[in-house]
């Protein structure tokens, strides 16, 4: 594994899209909420030693210095400086914790999470404690050694700077940006705020500790020489009043805390539960199977998923009741339940809160839903009926989209990124609702959309061919809201091997496993005659992959539908995981009723994970062996399957996982998590919450306890 | 006048803290809300040719393509556009709008002003209008002499852009950045809004015209051969809830307006009311004998001195009655009615919220007030009986300092900049206050503090001298809040000659007036004794000016104490001023009561009012012989001393006013008005309310009408 800590993680309460972003060397990162990118501010975090020297992490741009207004010059002596490099910091990367050792410091980050009540049931106080946008920090300085005091430092610049004890009666020292984020630690004696030009005037005469000019500001804590101390700090959030559109929404959290020093106040009250809570993730993680490189992937993704999660109230005022409403923001571009990412989150929300993706998947029908009509390839003009789909997303940057129409799709683009999703966000549906229910049993959410079914089979079909004897059990025809261009897939960057739609390999997969598991609701519901239908066009799906074996090539190219592509993908595989996580696949798949879907993907995923294929030269996954794009949160789901279900001996795991966390540490780095990687360098999809798809590796069972078959 | 259209004006509403920037070629600006800086949009306005060239005015950074999400190369071909230069625009500013011409556009910008209500007794639809934070403008396309159809656009780039049809149901079309600002226009036809990666896609099919994702986005309108079309453009802003800390407070405005879309949809339905005002002032200002550099210089203040107002209400429902809260902010600093600030916007807004000026001053007593001790320069340890004083501020960036502490003032700094105002505040308090009594006669106000008077004779007495008898008219003793140091005042960047408090000669003008304005008031209240101490400290204060007059330099050096400056200043001449609007001069007052301080100040004037000395080589006044440090507002007021109290003829006036005018253009541009300017060029106090002083010009006779002694 990667031994460098130079990276950032976004340290972040559950559903505030808010993060505290720390740990990418000589880069600015600190709080920020509604955006999807690190903070800004420099943070000025160590202590000052005996020998005056001030010890600092070295989080910040050192080039810049801060801003002093009137013209005046500020002698800022910044000789008296010693900034921790990589050899000086030990960090520790915890499922809800990250760790930093360097010097005389250790700083500990918590942000805890666990099950996410509904508010709607939930108690209050339960909702509170959950929703309450804070993170914990703990800077722990160890003098035992020393023969004078020192003095530690959690300090940041801003803008809109003010002192917490002035709005607190003295209750909280600490500091904010505006009402919107800060931290604050208990008044106790050796702790104290400041507000100052530059770090170095943390350390003045207290009569001049709060200069509210100053756009410097933090914590001193005093360490007397042979002690050691802990620094309790609460890192808030606060962003009040209906902050969406299209929608109109609030936090849930406002319901509970009324503004910032309320939400910093009760972190620090609760911060033992907080801190215990934290410590119970760390250890299910620390005690997983995962190895030590996939356990890091898990923990980074984790933090990057809740940092970019909102939880919603569309109740704007306190006497009606909580109407949640979640939204997972897709990273840097802050686009809202994007579909083709909900599918892949919705393992780690079954775990956490299944409620939310009922909720989501409810949206999608009742808002995000539309008829279309279909075309043919090369036929222009004729409109052939279509039917029920969803779109790519509910919109953008806090504004939800009209009723029907995505922030993201346009007409008349030739299967190239922006082009509809309609046919993979019809599987997606049909796959996250079938995994729900199997999970949950939720025979509401059944009955509820007992009508819809009937209707996604037939959608799906349509889009085969128009006449029934015609269907291959493979995507064929493209949505009318394309114009004049033709439908992609989530693959949106990548070549036709994985971007087009039409006649997809990736797609096909999807599509078998949308027939297995509408055949499977049909049932539930009553309706066998349909469910019929849908297995038979399993059928036809599977068989579709299966033939499309090149002997030659000793695997499945990319498109079906002999257009050309030769290209290798991994993706392939994918589909099988919705039917298996539902306990539609036998126990020994290969042997089972779809055991020569199951034997031919194996044949295939073994013949293309070779370097030259889809194995980069220098270790890790390639998803399509035509193009350098790779989705890190993809490839983990891949794994999954390979092992879970195809039961592949992965070549040389340690080496490619290894390969997976560089791509995070020295690829995206500052961007915390990354998805989409170009050679192991992000080109997109930064700070990106979609590599919880990891989090199905703990459904594994260990390595030696696996039974493989190559 | 400098013919230069380059420059920044910021366009603001009433008491928003808000504006819309624009004018610096090349530069980004448009919305800023909460900040004081200019917004950070590229603007995007012009039209698009028969030919297909995209003709735009130079307001945005060219160098700078839009942010393309995906990694996706979007190929923007730019050498369509024409963008206009400084030979193409004609510019012309008004006191209420600021009107563009190049080519076939005329777009103009309307930010009417006028009378403000008292929330607390006017009718809130009188309320409401006032205080709509909106601007109204109209883009206007000529297309009288062309042979084929011209677009107009009117777009920027943001982030979180959102469209407003959506939440309007069709009735805006137009723009928005989150919920906090944008503009909009009826949806009449041939006008639509649009939202995509570059403006050039705003011609775009409009199957294709709202892509969310797009970060650029405006408005479009077709004007066909042979017309001419106007396009009127609401500009609004919404910063909904409390918006400040240690008095909370929310927008007085947002018990109007609950929402952005409110505030846009008021506009337009309100806008030939709105812009019937704008040219109201702008006749006004057109009609006054001031001549066309002055008005330009009014007209600019004036905007800037609306960006940075903001009108608050401490009732933060609306089931309670309004609580106004008026607050100016101080320009790029962002301190709330700095003290030093409000005297020099009191004649302003004496004419517009003399209301908001009671308001000030009655916190100022309330919240902002202090006792202090007072010390004896060379005398450490020591500590005097001092009395009541003002803070420099009531807080910075939306944050309230707690009672009797300015965001500012700071200890143990030997008259340098941050030290305290201690005394230069008393003094503002008492001329505000007796200008503001004198023009509106509240008989409240002078009992609410009757109290108070006698309590500020005493502390300002305490700060000449202990003793009685000892006492010169001068301020010798500094604030024992100054701890080591000592008091400075307004020119707090500037030398000794007019930073250092204690003996300084322009502070000794304004002591002299406040012992005048105390007098009167004393009086008023019934208190003839203390009025008659008053009075005789006024004459003390007169003497040692006139004895400070140094025969052989000519004028009366800065420092009255004989510590040792020789400068020549100009601000020896403020204090007149208050006495004068009050009435307390006689009509000829060089042969009244205070005829010998008059005289010696003529005489100063006179003599220092030459090159090298205190006027700049290049034109323009120099407030200190030993500084190139002036401050703009502070020149525009001395300048009305000038020529309406002493009644000199100033040596080459329109020389000067374009020396000031090019301050302004060709020095702080980008940052609209600036006040203080070093050599013509802002050092500090950018983006700046203060200028405003300039409204005293309109009280001036006109030129020719003026008897002049020299």
């Known amino acids: 594994m990667s031994s460098s800590s130079n990276y950032n993680v976004q340290h972040a309460p559950v559903g505030a899209f808010a993060s505290f972003t720390l740990g990418s060397f000589d880069r600015r990162g600190g709080f920020a909420s509604q955006v999807g990118r690190p903070g800004n501010s420099n943070l000025y975090i160590g202590y000052r030693d005996g020998d005056g020297m001030l010890c600092l992490l070295p989080y910040f741009e050192s080039a810049v210095g801060p801003e002093v207004p009137f013209g005046v010059t500020l002698v800022r002596d910044t000789s008296m400086r010693r900034v921790f490099g990589e050899q000086d910091i030990h960090r520790e990367l915890g499922w809800a914790s990250d760790t930093i050792r360097a010097g005389k410091l250790t700083l500990a980050i918590f942000s805890p999470f666990g099950p996410i009540p509904d508010p709607r049931t939930a108690a209050p106080a339960e909702v509170a404690r959950r929703s309450c946008p804070a993170l914990i920090a703990r800077l722990e300085l160890d003098n035992t050694g020393g023969t004078e005091p020192i003095k530690g430092l959690f300090a940041l610049d801003a803008s809109s700077l003010r002192d917490l004890e002035s709005t607190t009666d003295g209750r909280l020292a600490g500091v904010a940006h505006a009402r919107q984020w800060g931290f604050a630690a208990l008044p106790e004696p050796g702790v104290r705020a400041f507000q100052a030009f530059a770090p170095e005037n943390a350390f003045d005469g207290s009569a001049d500790r709060l200069f509210r000019l100053g756009k410097t500001g933090g914590l001193v804590v005093e360490v007397p020489a042979g002690e050691k101390r802990e620094l309790w700090v609460a890192l808030g959030f606060h962003d009040a009043g209906a902050i969406t559109t299209g929608i109109e929404a609030r936090y849930g959290y406002t319901r509970h805390f009324k503004k910032l020093e309320d939400v910093l106040a009760y972190a620090l009250e609760h911060r033992e539960a907080l801190v215990r809570e934290a410590a119970q993730r760390d250890e299910e993680l620390s005690r997983s199977a995962l190895t030590r490189d996939q356990k890091w992937l898990l923990a980074q993704a984790t933090h990057g998923y809740f940092g970019s999660t909102e939880w919603l109230d569309t109740a704007l005022d306190d006497a009606s009741p909580p109407a949640p409403l979640w939204v997972v923001n897709e990273g840097e571009y802050e686009m809202m339940n994007t579909f083709d990412l909900t599918i892949d989150h919705l393992f780690f929300e079954l775990r956490y809160a299944a409620w939310a993706v009922r909720d989501v998947l409810d949206l999608y029908v009742d808002r995000y839903s539309y008829r279309d009509k279909v075309k043919r390839p090369g036929a222009p003009g004729e409109l052939l009926p279509g039917g029920v789909a969803f779109t790519h997303d509910m919109g953008v940057g806090n504004h939800f989209s009209p009723a029907g129409v995505s922030s993201y799709e ?19 549906w049909i796959c996250c609702a079938g995994v729900y229910v199997a999970r949950t049993g939720d025979k509401a959410f059944l009955e509820r959309h007992k009508a819809l079914f009937p209707e996604l089979l037939e959608s799906l079909l349509r889009r085969d061919a128009p006449e029934p004897g015609a269907r291959t059990g493979v995507m064929a025809l493209d949505s009318s809201r394309c114009g004049t261009g033709a439908e992609i897939t989530t693959y949106d960057s990548l070549d036709h091997s994985l971007g087009r739609a039409r006649g997809n390999l990736y797609l096909a997969g999807k599509t078998w496993a949308s027939y297995v598991i509408l055949a499977h609701l049909l049932e539930r519901s009553g309706d066998a005659r349909r469910a019929a239908d849908s297995r038979a066009a399993s059928q036809k799906s599977a068989r579709a992959i299966a033939a499309g074996f090149d002997e030659q090539l000793g695997y499945i190219p990319a498109l079906l539908d002999g257009s050309g592509s030769k290209s290798a993908i991994v993706p392939a595989i994918e589909g099988l995981l919705y039917p298996h996580v539902m306990g539609l696949l036998d126990g020994n798949a290969a042997e089972g009723e779809h055991g020569e879907l199951i034997r031919v993907l194996r044949r295939h995923l073994n013949a293309v994970l070779k370097p030259g294929l889809c194995l980069f030269p220098e270790g890790g996954w390639k998803l399509s062996s035509s193009s350098d794009n790779s989705w890190a949160s993809k490839i983990a789901l891949c794994q999954h399957v390979a092992r879970a279900i195809l039961r592949v001996d992965l070549p040389d795991p340690d080496r490619h996982e290894e390969a997976h966390v560089r791509w995070q540490i020295e690829g995206s780095g500052y961007w915390a998590y990354s998805d989409q990687m170009q050679r192991g360098v992000p080109v997109g999809s930064r700070y990106y ?22």
Chains 1, 2 share one sequence.
Do not use: K
């Open 410 to 428: 346009r007409p008349d683009l030739d299967a190239s990124c922006f082009s509809h999703m309609t046919y993979e966000q019809l599987t997606n």
């Open 689 to 710: 919450p979609r590599g919880v798809t990891a989090i199905l590796w703990l459904d594994e069972a260990p390595a030696g306890q696996r039974s493989s078959s190559r």
